[in-house]
C-alpha cells in the first residue's frame, strides 16, 4: 500500500503524476462518497488543464459508490460552497491548485453545508481508504451524473450584500490573474447592467488560460502586483482587485494603486458587518489583532479570537453565529454565506463602503494603517522552527517585567504596552512567519522587525 502524499492538513495537493492522477483522483472520489454516504455531490474545477479530467475522474469514483454527482463546470472554490448549500446536497469538492505551480493540482472537499473536511473532520479516514482501495460494498445501482449551472443564482446572493441604492458611479480595475474569476466578473457586470448599478470594470488578464501567460495568480507575492496596480493609475480607477486562481482571496488596492495589506481590510470588514449589524460578532486570527479589537470595540461589537486557518475559523463562526471572520492572510468568511469564504463578497461592501463614506478607500484605511503599523508578514525558512520560537520565547519573558500578555492560541504572541509580535511555524515547510505592530510607532516598528529577525535567523 503506497502511501499518497497528496494529503495535506486541510485539502488535497500534489504535483500532477506520481503524486496527484485521475487513478488517485478516482479512489479519492470513491473514499469521499464512503466517508459521507452521500445521495448527491456537487464538483467543480478551476481553469487548469487537468482540472477537467480529474474532476471526470472523482465523478466516476463518486458515482461508482451509489451517489449522483452535480457538475457545475468550470468554477472558483466558493462556487461549490455555494452549491452544496443551494441545491440542499451532501457535500462537494472543488478541484484547484489556487496559486500552486503550473505542474500541481488538489481538491477542497466539504460536507453538507459546506463544512470544512480537515485531518481533524475526515481527510485522513478519506486517505486511509483511497490508499487501501478497500470499498465497504458494491452499490445497488451506479449513480448519475448531470451538468448543471448554478452562476445566475450564486451572482444574484453576491449582490444581496449590498444595497443598490447606496452605489454611486465608481470605476473598478479587476484582476483575475487568467485564473476561475473572469466569468463571475462578467455575469456580476451583467446584472449590475439590468439593476442600473453605476459600476464599470477594467478588465486585467481577463480570460481564463491554464498556461498562465501572466503567471500563476497569486497577488500576495509583491512582483504579482504590477499589472493592477498599473491599471489602477492608467484608468484613473477608484480602486483595483485581484484575485488567485480559485478566487477564494481577494486583494484590494486603492486609488493610487497602492496593495492594501490584508489586516486592515479586515478591519474595513468588521467596520462595514458591525455598521449593518449591531452588536454582532467578528472572528480574528491571532497574527495581527489590535487594528480589528478596537473597530470592533468603536462599533458596539465584539471581535473574538481564533486559531488562524479556515477550519478553525469557519468552526468557531458557527460556535459563535459571528456575522464576519477575517484573516490577514486575505481569506474572508461570510455568516450568510454557509460561514464560507468568499472573495467576491469583500470587494463589493468596500465599493459600498467607499460610496457611503464618500471618501477614497485610501482615505478608509490610511488613519488604521498610521495607527497601527505593520511590516507584513516576514517568513523565514529555519532548521528547526518550534526551537527558535522557544528561544525567543524564553528571550522576551526571561526576568521582564514590561510583557502585558502571552497568548498560545497560534505559535506565540507576546503583547507589550506599545508593541505586539505573534510568531508561528507552518504546517507544511520549515518555515517561521513573523508579524508585528506597533501603537503608532513605525520607527519602534523598525526596530523591532530587526531584533526579532536577527534572532530568527535563517533565509
Known amino acids: 500500500m503506497k502511501e499518497l502524499t497528496c494529503f495535506k492538513a486541510y485539502d488535497i495537493r500534489g504535483k500532477l503524476g506520481e503524486e496527484l492522477n485521475k487513478d488517485i483522483a478516482y479512489r479519492i472520489g470513491r473514499a469521499f462518497a464512503e466517508l459521507i454516504n452521500p445521495t448527491s455531490v456537487v464538483l467543480g474545477g478551476d481553469i487548469r488543464e487537468t482540472s477537467e479530467q480529474l474532476k471526470m475522474a472523482l ?12 457538475d457545475i463546470g468550470m468554477t472558483g472554490t466558493e462556487e461549490v460552497y455555494f452549491a452544496v448549500q443551494h441545491l440542499k446536497v451532501d457535500g462537494g469538492i472543488e478541484v484547484t491548485a489556487s496559486h500552486n505551480p503550473i505542474d500541481y493540482n488538489g481538491m477542497k472537499p466539504v460536507r453538507e453545508g459546506s463544512r470544512p473536511i480537515s485531518t481533524d473532520t475526515g481527510l485522513l479516514e478519506i486517505k486511509k481508504m483511497a490508499e487501501k482501495q478497500q470499498w465497504s460494498s458494491e452499490p445497488v445501482k451506479k449513480g448519475s451524473y448531470v451538468q448543471q449551472s448554478i452562476l445566475v443564482d450564486y451572482v444574484k446572493h453576491l449582490i444581496s450584500y449590498i444595497a443598490p441604492s447606496n452605489i454611486k458611479p465608481l470605476k473598478l480595475v479587476v484582476n483575475s490573474g487568467n485564473g476561475a474569476a473572469g466569468h463571475v466578473v462578467d455575469e456580476i457586470e451583467r446584472v449590475f447592467t439590468e439593476m442600473n448599478i453605476p459600476i464599470s470594470f477594467i478588465k486585467v488578464h481577463h480570460q481564463g488560460d491554464p498556461t498562465f501567460p501572466n503567471g500563476i495568480p497569486n497577488p500576495i507575492l509583491v512582483e504579482n502586483r504590477s499589472a493592477t496596480s498599473e491599471a489602477v493609475l492608467e484608468h484613473s480607477a477608484d480602486f483595483g482587485i485581484a484575485w488567485d486562481g480559485d478566487f477564494d482571496r481577494c486583494f484590494l488596492f486603492d486609488e493610487k494603486g497602492q496593495f492594501i495589506e490584508g ?4 478591519g474595513l470588514l468588521a467596520d462595514a458587518f458591525l455598521g449593518k449589524h449591531k452588536g454582532a460578532k467578528v ?4 497574527r495581527l489583532t489590535w487594528n480589528t479589537k478596537e473597530i470592533a470595540e468603536n462599533m458596539q461589537g465584539q471581535a473574538i479570537q481564533s486559531k488562524t486557518g479556515h477550519a478553525f475559523i469557519k468552526e468557531r463562526m458557527r460556535l459563535e453565529d459571528a456575522v464576519y471572520g477575517g484573516e490577514m492572510s486575505a481569506h474572508h468568511y461570510f455568516r450568510d454565506f454557509g460561514y464560507c469564504d468568499s472573495g467576491m463578497i469583500p470587494w463589493l461592501l468596500v465599493a459600498e463602503l467607499v460610496c457611503l ?16 503599523p505593520s511590516p507584513g508578514e516576514i517568513n523565514r525558512t529555519v532548521q528547526d522552527a518550534q526551537q527558535t520560537i522557544a528561544k525567543i520565547e524564553d528571550y522576551y519573558l526571561k526576568g521582564r517585567e514590561d510583557v502585558l500578555s502571552i497568548d498560545k492560541t497560534d505559535g506565540i504572541s507576546i503583547e507589550f504596552k506599545n508593541w505586539r509580535f505573534n510568531l508561528r511555524a507552518s504546517n507544511t515547510e520549515p518555515v517561521i512567519r513573523l508579524n508585528l505592530e506597533t501603537r503608532d510607532d513605525e520607527q519602534l516598528m523598525a526596530i523591532k522587525t530587526k531584533e526579532l529577525l536577527t534572532m530568527i535567523g535563517g533565509n
Open 59 to 70: 465523478a466516476e469514483g463518486i458515482m461508482d459508490a451509489g451517489a449522483d454527482v452535480i
Open 263 to 266: 489586516y486592515y481590510v479586515v
Open 283 to 286: 472572528i480574528h486570527d491571532p
Open 357 to 372: 463614506r464618500q471618501k477614497p478607500l485610501s482615505e478608509l484605511v490610511k488613519a488604521r494603517i498610521k495607527k497601527f
